[in-house]
């Protein structure tokens, strides 16, 4: 890699370790832990049973944060997301 890292998000993320909440539209949830977040997006850390659903909500109560949202990528417990 190289020394300098070329930023490709449309907004710069900002570090953040929170607690949240996946919401679906079936009335069901997953906890999660946010560890970044900008305007357009964020990275959630989950234990999912199942593959997420196609569209979502994520909750951070503490903060009266709620955006839609959908999957970008996962990886193990990771999950990339975009804010709709």
């Known amino acids: ?18 607690h949240g909440t996946l919401a679906f539209h079936d009335g069901s949830s997953v906890e999660c832990t946010v560890r970044n977040i900008s305007t ?17 909500t994520l909750v ?5 944060f709620v955006r839609p949202c959908h ?4 990886h193990d417990h990771q999950v990339g997301i975009a804010f709709d």
């Open 40 to 56: 357009s997006g964020a990275r959630v850390d989950a234990a999912l049973p199942i593959g997420l659903p196609s569209a979502f």
């Open 60 to 64: 951070i109560e503490k903060d009266h």
């Open 71 to 74: 999957a970008v990528w996962n």
């Open 1 to 18: 890699m190289n020394a300098v890292s070329i930023e490709r998000r449309a907004a710069p993320r900002h570090r953040v370790f929170k």
